[in-house]
């Protein structure tokens, strides 16, 4: 069974009952954000398109998504900026709300424990053009073509797969560990976070959650985005551990960073955004946003002080020699106490 439930305490949010019903209801259109709870243990709030496209706020020379938190995400908001290579038939085509519903009432998993939030974006970040995930919220980029659902049940349960790394098996934790070894991706060299993309290990995980339980729509024959390992269902004792590590008691994660970049891609400069959690703000310790090649090799440190809650650095293009770096994709990454965010920069000349 599936309940709806409308979120109150905020002037910002519009207040509702949703009551979803069983399979083949009709198209629900969410006025504003809204929680449901499911069956597999999931809940998650769901912001819709329309809704975030009335909270598009401009200052100046930049466009950017109010979120009911505050944070501001940079937006693209004209498909013949740029940065979009592809136009498609000249606009955004964001994710359905009942394709991601359908998406998320699919999950086979007995167990999920999770709280997410999805943002169905009406426009691409413009630090970030694809569909991505930051802890547990899903930020479902649209795409320049009408989104066929068995495409929107892939993405969606793609990115839960990343939101289930989080939040039972962090970066660090045994079971990370324990799955890589099971997995035969412990060769660092070759399996590594900033290896392309079908070689980084989160991917692989987000890709063997949406087999094992993305449902029939994003099951796409078993198949992953790297062919040369063993495709999920004859690894064995996988699904087993993606069952046992979240039914296992969930160990404290670290607060999370916020963090984006405006503008990106960038020519001349580019500033970073920071944005520290209460729990990092608020204590005497240090904070570093450093800048990497794609290598992994230092290009520039931008900041190393104190935690200041919400703070900008200027990255100016350029090394710690004063060089001027070449046109290529970097890595702001933001350190503070146990926590890290990395943001990607792209430098275009």
């Known amino acids: 069974m599936e309940i709806g439930i409308p979120k109150t305490g905020s002037s910002k949010v519009l207040l509702g009952t949703l009551w979803l019903a069983l399979a083949g ?8 954000p809204e929680a449901v709870a499911l069956a597999n243990g999931l809940s998650a709030t769901l912001y819709p398109a329309d809704y975030l496209r009335d909270r598009v706020v401009t200052t100046g020379d930049e466009t950017a998504i109010e979120l009911d938190d505050d944070r501001l995400i940079p937006v693209i908001v004209d498909i013949n900026d740029p940065s979009i290579a592809n136009k498609g038939d000249g606009e955004f085509h964001p994710f359905s709300t009942d394709d ?3 998406t998320l009432r699919a999950l086979d998993h007995r167990s999920l424990r999770m709280s997410i939030r999805v943002y169905l974006l009406p426009y691409p970040r413009r630090s970030l053009l694809v569909s991505s995930t930051s802890g547990g919220e899903l930020f479902l980029s ?3 073509l009408s989104i066929d659902p068995s495409v929107a049940a892939y993405i969606v349960a793609h990115e839960l797969g990343h939101a289930f790394h989080n939040r039972f098996m962090p970066d660090g934790s045994p079971a990370w560990e324990e799955y890589r070894a099971l997995r035969g991706i412990t060769d660092t060299a070759r399996f590594h976070d ?13 890709e063997d959650f949406r087999v ?17 390992i063993a495709r999920p269902e004859t690894v064995a004792g996988l699904e087993n551990f993606f069952l046992r590590v979240a039914a296992e008691p969930v160990a404290p994660r670290a607060p999370r960073i916020f963090a984006t970049s405006f503008p990106n891609p960038f020519n001349p400069a580019t500033e970073v955004r920071v944005s520290l959690p209460d729990e990092l703000a608020g204590k005497d310790q240090r904070v570093s946003v450093r800048v990497y090649s794609v290598t992994g090799a230092l290009v520039r440190d931008l900041y190393d002080g104190r935690a200041m809650g919400d703070f900008a650095v ?21 350190i503070a106490g146990g926590s890290k965010e990395t943001v990607k920069l792209v430098l275009l000349k």
Request: aromatic content about 14%.
């Open 100 to 102: 991601v519903l359908a």
């Open 25 to 32: 209801s009709p198209s629900i259109v969410l006025a504003g």
């Open 142 to 144: 649209p795409h320049v």
């Open 314 to 334: 200027r990255w100016d293009g350029t090394d710690n020699r004063g060089n001027r770096v070449a046109s290529a994709t970097y890595y702001a990454a933001v």
């Open 194 to 206: 900033r290896a392309s993309h079908a070689y980084r290990p989160k991917e692989i995980l987000a």
């Open 212 to 228: 094992f339980f993305g449902g029939e729509s994003a099951y796409f024959g078993g198949y992953v985005e790297n062919p040369e």
